[in-house]
């Protein structure tokens, strides 16, 4: 959830909404000449390359690159240079997570566990198409893709705010940021249950009800809250404490709000009200 935040009368504002990669994904845009043709073409763009994306690597398109496959890893002689280039982020994401993120072992649409590398296209995709919009001179960005978001607001204008969601009353608020620019990512059960896997032991993580992740880019900050939530949360909180340049908020099992020192929120340490 994100709305600008301070005087923005003098800006005009337009939004475009598309269902797309199985969740919505939205582009908000303030700034001169919205409504001229050359924007809504850039975005058009934008939704069209994430609907190639998709059709590429969904594991639940048998079609798909990925679905051909049928859980086996890419073969970097013959899969797409863009295929290529996920697998080799996938594998330095399970370097930097310690194997926490592993999209060779997670569970397959069709049954048992194999090569999935969903859980860090959506970030990556997201944040590389956003590039194109970035540049669109004199407008301010918000992308939101199944609620992570990617930002940027000019130094003159208002930041963002970004709401995060509790986990235990879902369209309800833990915490609101405001941001110029980078990334929020939300990992957690408040959409649909104990989805994310462990892939060291094949079994749901249940220790944190949810991360959000705050950094510069989307596909970081996405695979940090994923990794995340496979911990405990003293280990999650220490892993991610560690990482240069991220804060994180996490909601443990029981209900506890724990935040990284510098986390840029308003409610760390200690749960709202309920």
């Not at 009800?209 to 220490?238: C, H, I, K, N, Q």
């Not at 991610?240 to 308003?266: K, M, Q, S």
Request: glycine share 10%; net charge negative; proline share 7%.
């Amino acid at each position: 959830m994100s709305t600008p935040t301070g005087r923005t009368a003098e800006l005009d504002r337009r939004a475009w909404v598309v269902q797309v990669m199985g969740l919505p994904v939205s582009v908000h845009l303030r700034g001169p000449d919205v409504h001229d043709d050359a924007v809504a073409a850039r975005v058009e763009r934008f939704f069209t390359w994430l609907g190639a994306i998709d059709a590429t690597f969904s594991a639940y398109r048998p079609e798909s690159e990925i679905g051909r496959l049928a859980g086996r890893e890419p073969d970097p002689a013959t899969a797409s240079p863009l295929v290529r280039e996920v697998a080799e982020l996938c594998e330095l994401a399970r370097t930097r997570t310690g194997g926490r993120f592993d999209a060779r072992r997670l569970p397959l649409p069709t049954g048992g566990a194999g090569y999935d590398p969903s859980g860090l296209v959506k970030g990556w995709a997201v944040q590389r198409a956003a590039g194109w919009l970035a540049d669109l001179a004199g407008h301010d960005l918000c992308l939101n893709a199944g609620g992570d978001v990617v930002l940027h607001a000019g130094t003159d204008r208002p930041a963002w705010r970004v709401g995060i969601e509790d986990p235990d009353r879902p369209g309800h608020l833990l915490d609101v940021l405001d941001r110029r620019d980078g990334a929020v990512a939300t990992s957690g059960t408040a959409r649909r249950g104990a989805h994310i896997v462990d892939p060291r032991t094949g079994r749901p993580a249940t220790a944190l009800r949810s991360v959000t992740v705050v950094g510069p880019e989307l596909l970081w900050a996405d695979v940090y809250a994923t990794a995340a939530m496979t911990r405990d949360a003293d280990d999650a909180l220490t892993w991610l404490t560690g990482l240069a340049d991220h804060e994180a908020l996490l909601v443990t099992a029981d209900g506890r709000i724990r935040a990284t020192g510098h986390w840029p929120g308003t409610r760390p340490g200690s749960p709202p009200a309920r």
